[in-house]
């Protein structure tokens, strides 16, 4: 086994996923610790990588996502778009944690299509990743995709992120369907469901989704769809409202590059498919290491 | 004092408002109950009438809301649009509940401007009330607005319901104001607040809401608003997206007639003044309780 180097941390405000890495960027081991939301980052990562520092020494850690927010550990001012790679592992804020030498990557920030300012945190080290793993993406311009609870439709061009954009997408579902009359006891999502696809379709309307969600009650109560057939319908609907704005928004040349959980890929696969946009998947974990991995190496050598 | 001779109930989901009346509709005494989603309609019904029943004998009732939903007492079909006020009592469905008679009031459905069936329970009869205490808007084209947990925008020619349209305006600030991130500690909507129009004039844009909504975090995190302003700002994207929607589906020819509480009354009023749509105000139990009566002479007489 080689040589223990340097921790690799993707730290969200639900998790943290750490890597055990040797210099060259291959890991290790695999860890797992507490959100960044919790108090005490300071003391939760040393609990957390206590075992690896036992057998390895203390070793650096490069981190990202929302343990550079003022909830996190230490605040990282957000880059301002448009954000080159290197710009962005040079904003990077280093402090000493007592033996430790730690990195925190900045977020990203910018003046949305809307007019409004935007921001991401860890989304951009999940690009850095993407760009290292497809270096034909790092040419030309194109629409990356990370889809979940802020889904965030991202424009890239010669590898500097230039514009983005947050759609709430993930959040309001996941809100809708525990708490709202509308989708109570409305099954599981499947992509394969008709009232998916239904749900893409109707989502062309003008109208705003304020205006169409109604209708998954509607439809149920009018006998016109089964109870057990709405959560699919719901996903439909805010997908398609997601896919159709950002087609108003943004120009798509090249396939959208989807980075996430293959289940995330499959659902926004086939909505961007219903929508005549082609796509490919990159693996978002992965994404978040390789861009980790990058930053390292720009920052500690 | 007069005669007793019948009990008006308006009974939603989550409250029964009750109205002892005189044989001219005038109001004798007020009560109060639990909503019509809690199992067993019939014995709380009498239970919350009981000290009535012992004054005055056991009297017909006159109900209208959810108590006709499956969930409720007993079904009433939805009558189709479009509706006169005189089909709307008579397709009321009367039943005796031991020694009281008992006629629940039908809801309404339509096929709305987006294509999508559309339901409603309660409403009608607050626009049988309205335009009985405003015979001027039985004649013509009229919008009424009944904003709340599911807005009702309500299109009213020559006293029929033509078309209606649901948003779920409150139901989704409630449940990002209650749920989400995005307006934690928010302060209170107050329509005074500049964030208030700024909301309001933020959802003027094309993008979905699904888009703007990011937006209240956004200006939070890089401190082009107060955390405390969050809430009002929230308030005015919602109302600004409700109205704005509805103005692109309906036509306006004349002020919209809120139906609805004070506090609701002032919100919308100055939301459709920004939208330079002018508003006039029926009070929403008063509308109920026209609308009970009327319809109670019409089946009981």
Redesign the interface.
Known sequence: MSKAAFIAGDWG?SRLRLYLCDAGGNVLARGEGEGASVPDCAGRFGAAVAAWDKAHGVLPAILSGMVG??IGWREVP?LKCPAQPSAIAGAALRFQAGERGIAILPGL?CR????????MRGEETQILGALRLHPNLAKGRHIFCMPGT?AKWVAVTDGAVTQF?????G??FE??RR????ARDSGEVDSQNPAFMLGLD?AR???????????V???V??G?MAKSDAASYLSGL?LG??I???L??FAFDSPVQLICTPALAALYGKALSAYDVKSAVIDGDRASLAGLVHAHAEIFS
Chains 1, 2 share one sequence.
């Open positions: 405000t927010s003022t957000y920030t949305g299509k809307t007019g409004a300012p935007d921001v802020h954009q947050t759609a709430l997408s959040e309001l809100l809708l708490h709202s009359v509308l109707f309307q003008k109208a705003d989704l304020l205006h169409l969600l109604f209708s009650r509607s439809r109560v009018t016109e805010v409202k997601d159709a704005t950002v108003a928004l």
